[in-house]
T-cell receptor
Framework: KQEVTQIPAALSVPEGENLVLNCSFTDSAIYNLQWFRQDPGKGLTSLLLIQSSQREQTSGRLNASLDKSSGRSTLYIAASQPGDSATYLCAGHSNDYKLSFGAGTTVTVRA | NAGVTQTPKFRILKIGQSMTLQCAQDMNHNYMYWYRQDPGMGLKLIYYSVGAGITDKGEVPNGYNVSRSTTEDFPLRLELAAPSQTSVYFC?????????????FGPGTRLTVT
């Protein structure tokens, strides 16, 4: 069974600092890895999906990497802004179309 | 496309009552899922479906039932509600076939059982 862990559970940074969010998983046979953003009381917004054959994906200020051999994925957010404050969830796809979620990292960007 | 829609947005139930959470998608996705999210936790899979007429249990199915009579709809039934079912419920869908299997989520239903 895929176990996904996100550490730390919460993070507070000043505006402009780069954010580094960590995600680790136990099963290196992971199919894809997906990063989500969740605002308080809202649903999940997909940010990036990294296929198992890829090592990274980029979208604007966001960059996500995937290292299957070490069981890690990292989400980088460059030049953070107060609007980046949210909870970020990572989830590993297995090849049977199911997702295993981490508990998330709650980010606060201070103006 | 409306994407994945869920109703209601909020609901308060008394212990022992029953209700159905509605989920619909207009993307012609074969795979649909129900998750619950408890405070400070990740999402846990309740039930999923790989197509009309086919459903299967996820990680936490006890106290819930599902049906999938059409591709578009995937309702979740709570029988005899208990306080432990207080949670936020999310429905999701994904296309089948070749990847990358990105999952699309609905806005959620916030349920309180008192």
């Amino acid at each position: 069974k895929q176990e996904v862990t996100q550490i730390p559970a919460a993070l507070s940074v000043p505006e402009g600092e780069n954010l580094v969010l960590n995600c680790s998983f136990t099963d290196s046979a992971i199919y894809n890895l997906q990063w989500f953003r969740q605002d308080p009381g809202k649903g999940l917004t997909s940010l990036l999906l990294i296929q198992s054959s890829q090592r990274e994906q980029t979208s604007g200020r966001l960059n996500a990497s995937l290292d299957k051999s070490s069981g890690r994925s990292t989400l980088y957010i460059a030049a953070s802004q107060p609007g980046d404050s949210a909870t970020y969830l990572c989830a590993g796809h297995s090849n049977d179309y199911k997702l295993s979620f981490g508990a998330g990292t709650t980010v606060t960007v201070r103006a | 496309n409306a994407g994945v829609t869920q109703t209601p947005k909020f609901r308060i139930l008394k212990i022992g009552q029953s209700m159905t959470l509605q989920c619909a998608q207009d993307m012609n996705h074969n795979y649909m899922y129900w998750y619950r999210q408890d405070p400070g936790m990740g999402l846990k899979l309740i039930y999923y479906s790989v197509g009309a007429g086919i459903t299967d249990k996820g990680e936490v199915p006890n106290g819930y039932n599902v049906s999938r009579s059409t591709t578009e709809d995937f309702p979740l039934r709570l029988e005899l509600a208990a306080p432990s079912q207080t949670s936020v419920y999310f429905c999701a869908s994904t296309p089948s076939g070749a990847g990358p299997y990105e999952q699309y989520f609905g806005p959620g239903t916030r349920l309180t059982v008192t």
